[in-house]
């Protein structure tokens, strides 16, 4: 008879299944080779996900909340959303970590994958980024609707730009594009205050 899983495990098995799937993607995950890429049973993913959609929840999750943590960061650094939008996009450029957003947009159009997906998911992805955007551009003397509605933009555009480099690789463009865009809010802010 095989041993218990250990009920510590769990954050590392989820961080090694972040690193494995971001390498490998959503498109055909299925729990036996995952389990056997990261050096574990199928019952021992079960006993700490319950489900493949739970594990599938709780990698979204991390990767929303590693994202969400840098993003507050670079804003607090005070250069508000500029700040914010330079720091994304020199963390995205990578490899590594253009892989793991590469994760949360396979997640919402996959459609394997998107059915397994909570519908709050897709709001609060792209509602974070509007919502950090909209505070520093109020404090900065916007209206609320114009905080929002530049906020929303910024945002729209960034998540476009993350897709472009996605399905073309056009870093040197889209650098560029990312620093004007970086431009553009801190000249949104400068012209509040």
Do not use: C
């Amino acid at each position: 008879m095989g041993r218990r899983p250990d009920p510590q495990r769990k954050p590392e098995i989820l961080r090694a299944a972040v690193d494995e799937l971001a390498r490998t993607g959503l498109g055909d995950m299925s729990l036996r080779p995952l389990a056997a890429a990261l050096g574990v049973s199928t019952y021992s993913l079960t006993y700490h996900f319950g489900s493949k959609e739970n594990l599938l929840a709780d990698v979204l999750g991390f990767v929303e909340a590693e994202q969400a943590e840098l993003a507050r960061g670079w804003a607090e650094t005070g250069g508000g959303p500029a700040s914010a939008v330079a720091g994304y996009w020199d963390w995205v450029a990578e490899d590594a970590n253009l892989a793991r957003v590469r994760l949360v947009f396979e997640a919402l159009t996959v459609p394997r994958v998107s059915g397994l997906v909570t519908p709050d998911f897709r709001g609060r992805l792209m509602r974070a980024w509007v919502d950090l955007f909209a505070a520093d551009l109020r404090t900065a003397g916007l209206t609320p609707e114009q905080a929002e509605d530049e906020a929303t933009l910024a945002a729209s555009a960034l998540a476009g730009m993350v897709l472009d480099l996605l399905a073309t690789g056009d870093r040197d463009r889209l650098r560029r594009a990312a620093g004007a865009l970086a431009a553009r809010l801190e000249e949104l802010s400068a012209a509040q205050t």
